[in-house]
């Protein structure tokens, strides 16, 4: 029913920065939230950082302070701002969807290189 597509992953060196993207299409359900979740090699996959309904965005404290997630209900795209990229931040990062905290929709991730 729903379609995520991410995309701006790449290669920085630290202290850089990327941004983003994901849009979403087909049947969009009300009250529907995305985010965004990452997992580097050999570890479990993270939250980042995600929209719950109209409250203020959760983040990892890991990336507090460094990320700024955003959105656009019209457009229904969510955007990751990533600055002062570190090289622990190195992972596929996978933006989700789903009503609620639910994640029952998954891009097909993009990889994001922080080199030292």
């Known amino acids: 029913q729903v379609q995520l597509v991410e995309s701006g992953g790449g290669l920085v060196q630290a202290g850089g920065s990327l941004r983003l993207s994901c849009v979403a299409s087909?049947?969009?359900?009300?009250?529907?939230?995305m985010g965004w979740y990452r997992q580097a090699p050999g570890k479990q996959r993270e939250l980042v950082a995600r929209?719950?309904?109209?409250?203020?965005?959760l983040y990892a404290n890991s990336v507090k302070g460094r990320f700024t997630i955003s959105r656009d209900r019209v457009k229904n795209t969510v955007t990751l701002q990533m600055n002062d990229l570190k090289p622990e931040d190195t992972a596929v990062y996978y933006c989700?969807?789903?009503?609620?905290?639910?994640?029952?929709?998954w891009g097909q991730g993009t990889q994001v290189t922080v080199s030292s």
């Open positions: 929209f719950i309904n109209f409250d203020a965005p």
């Open positions: 087909g049947t969009v359900p009300a009250l529907f939230n």
């Open positions: 989700v969807g789903g009503t609620g905290i639910a994640t029952d929709y």
